[in-house]
């Protein structure tokens, strides 16, 4: 257990669907991100949340609209999907600071798929 | 771009075996660490290294640094049947207080027992 953790694990969803991927780290870390990991490419870096702001948006489409209620949680809302947005929805959380340099702190993963 | 580009792209040995992985970066970073990923699952981190710092071990992974050549590797000694994951290389740098990864696309490892 990382200390982050993600729900669903698992989604199907239509075009048409609206649904939305929560993450929650119990770490008490200052940042959190998005990642969206495709087959055969890189980790793609999607948002950047840090103290609830965003501080960057990796030229994301606007179908994926995250939210950062608090510094714990994160959520990435979905709404007319691709099939080319079936991925595995990564979230981390690090401590945030510009003075600590470490690791991110990765969850399972939601595995997303279109239809 | 910054995107590490990890070599090679898969790797099998047999149990034992030591394996090593290498990663090249385009720019100048802060850190490097290296991630490991079991299938379809979350990233762990494994080690970090710094700008300044040349090579660095945790337990039986050794991790260089070549900032000159913008390269790193990463050994894994004694491998296990339980090393098998795709391993991933990241470098580090912030924005707007908050620290940015941007990794590689990860090389396969395959322990045969």
């Known amino acids: 257990e990382t200390g982050v953790t993600q729900t669903p694990r698992h989604l199907v969803m239509g075009m048409t669907n609206k649904k939305s991927l929560k993450c929650e780290q119990h770490?008490?870390?200052?940042?959190m991100y998005w990642y969206k990991q495709s087959a055969k490419k890189p980790l793609e870096l999607m948002f950047v949340y840090n103290f609830k702001e965003q501080t960057e948006n990796n030229s994301v489409p606007s179908r994926f609209s995250p939210e950062c209620p608090n510094s714990s949680h994160l959520f990435l809302h979905l709404h007319t999907l691709q099939p080319e947005d079936s991925a595995l929805y990564l979230c981390?959380?690090?401590?945030?600071?510009?003075?600590?340099?470490?690791?991110?702190?990765f969850g399972p993963g939601t595995r997303l798929t279109v239809l | 771009s910054q995107q590490g580009e990890e070599d090679p792209q898969a790797l099998s040995i047999q149990e034992g075996e030591n394996a090593t992985m290498n990663c090249s970066y385009k720019t100048s970073i802060n850190n490097l660490q290296w991630y490991r990923q079991n299938s379809g699952r979350g990233l762990v981190h494994l080690i970090l290294?710094?700008?300044?710092?040349r090579e660095k071990h945790s337990g039986r992974l050794r991790v260089t640094l070549d900032t000159s050549k913008k390269s790193s590797s990463l050994l894994i000694t004694a491998s296990r049947a339980a090393d098998t994951a795709s391993y991933f290389c990241?470098?580090?740098?912030?924005?707007?207080?908050?620290?940015?990864?941007?990794f590689g696309q990860g090389t396969r490892l395959t322990i045969n027992p």
């Open positions: 770490l008490g870390h200052n940042a």
């Open positions: 981390a959380s690090s401590p945030g600071l510009a003075a600590i340099w470490g690791e991110q702190f």
């Open positions: 990241a470098t580090a740098s912030i924005i707007q207080g908050a620290q940015k990864l941007v």
């Open positions: 290294i710094r700008s300044n710092e």
